[in-house]
């Protein structure tokens, strides 16, 4: 009997332990839970497994929330040894392509970039907002 007894009270304690493991994994913060609009207009990948992994992602906003638009950056994916750049966009521009190399995209969309963010190979976060006017040097936060 109290063998039966030892053996539920230990399957029960796993059976717990596992449930809030699963919760706790599913319940994760994500780009879902900022508050601002956020739509993925174009992304980029390059093919490379084995060396440097390049990420590139145009994100369209409709509002200037920075600490939102650095925590978008956070949550997108990483690789060591790789680079993940967001350029964030104030209009959702439709025939965007994304580049491997500077500057990334074609020029004429630099006008609509109001941010930047980058993570490098060794997870240095470099985060820019840009002026409103076209050409003008960004200012480095």
């Not at 207009?41 to 650095?70: C, H, K, Q, S």
């Not at 990483?78 to 104030?90: D, I, S």
């Not at 209009?91 to 020029?107: G, I, V």
Request: proline fraction near 5%.
């Amino acid at each position: 009997m109290k063998t039966k007894y030892w053996f539920y009270l230990i399957a029960a304690v796993v059976g717990i332990l596992i449930m809030l493991m699963l919760v706790d994994s599913f319940t994760q913060p994500g780009v879902q839970d900022l508050k601002g609009t956020y739509q993925e207009l174009a992304r980029y990948r390059n093919e490379n497994n084995t060396g440097p992994v390049i990420r590139v992602f145009a994100v369209y906003t409709d509002e200037m929330r920075w600490d939102e638009m650095r925590s978008y950056g956070d949550f997108m994916p990483h690789t060591k040894y790789g680079n993940t750049r967001v350029f964030f966009f104030e209009r959702a521009l439709e025939d965007l392509r994304l580049f491997p190399d500077t500057p990334y995209f074609d020029e004429k969309w630099q006008k609509f970039c109001v941010a930047s963010y980058e993570k490098t190979a060794m997870g240095q976060v470099n985060w820019q907002r840009y002026p409103f006017k076209a050409n003008a040097e960004p200012e480095a936060l």
